[in-house]
């Protein structure tokens, strides 16, 4: 396991202003009792990203947002440009969900755009990239994994790397009908995206977080975090419930006592 690990969910669709602050209340509490080799990160939804700034302002939670257009202003109705999100001071910047991918067609190169653009504006883009079961079970989940890397991070320099993070997250795995994926193969996955990443970074590359998400749960999250290539966890429906999400961090915050 690694030394520090990242800890975090997005919120997707779920949580009204209200109850986004609640939660974040007692995020904030429990933020203070978990040890500092924890990075903690909330992906709220556009509405709730200023209060819920604001109410972290003195804490160390890091705040997200889920989506950003790459162009800083414009004719794009419905989007949210960096300059915006700049503004409100946000840390980081979820690209290519496999939501994302899925429903509103987006595909690596915006996400290579929207990559560039938030490292201009100063942000974390948590970048995430995951094969499908259809791919899964045609036995290239590997080539599909090294060309969403090399798409997404395409011209982005050994020096602005260094910000990047990575979710490895399989879209077989994720949601309601998600699989949990077997340790191993978890493992076997990062263990590949680890390489690749040295492959285009050298030593840099073997410094990137690499998350793993996808159904990760009270009862495998463990597992998960002691592979050794997974630096952290982006976690969903586990994480909205904060009892759930308590446990989990109490848990983890024992590896590290
Ligand atoms: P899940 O979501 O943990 O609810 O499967 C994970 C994700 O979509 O990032």
Not at 8 to 16: D, F, I, P, V
Not at 108 to 121: F, T, Y
Request: proline content about 3%; glycine content about 8%; some cysteine.
């Amino acid at each position: 396991m690694s030394n520090k690990i990242w800890i975090g969910t997005n919120w997707k669709m779920t949580k009204t202003l209200k109850e986004g602050l609640a939660y974040t209340e007692e995020l904030n509490e429990l933020s203070k009792k978990v040890s500092s080799n924890i990075e903690l990160f909330i992906i709220p939804s556009h509405t709730a990203l200023i209060p819920i700034h604001e109410l972290t302002s003195k804490s160390r939670i890091h705040i997200g947002a889920q989506n950003m257009h790459w162009e800083e202003e414009g004719a794009y109705t419905g989007e949210v440009s960096p300059r915006m999100l700049e503004e409100i001071g946000i840390d980081m910047i979820e690209l290519g969900h496999s939501e994302r991918r899925q429903y509103y067609n987006e595909n690596d190169r915006e996400i290579n755009k929207k990559v560039h653009a938030g490292l201009s504006h100063g942000f974390t883009p948590l970048v995430c990239i995951g094969e499908n079961l259809e791919q899964k079970n045609n036995n290239i989940s590997k080539e599909v994994l090294a060309a969403q890397l090399k798409v997404c991070l395409k011209d982005v320099t050994k020096e602005e790397v260094t910000k990047v993070m990575v979710a490895y997250e399989p879209v077989w795995a994720i949601g309601e009908n998600g699989i949990p994926a077997d340790a191993t193969y978890v493992a076997e996955a990062h263990a590949f995206l680890r390489q690749q990443l040295v492959e285009l970074y050298g030593e840099t590359g073997a410094k990137i977080p690499l998350l793993f998400g996808g159904s990760v749960n009270l009862e495998n999250f463990m597992e998960y975090i002691k592979i050794e290539d997974v630096n952290g966890l982006f976690i969903g429906r586990a994480a909205w419930n904060m009892d759930s999400f308590k446990q989990i961090l109490h848990r983890l915050d024992d590896l590290f006592a």
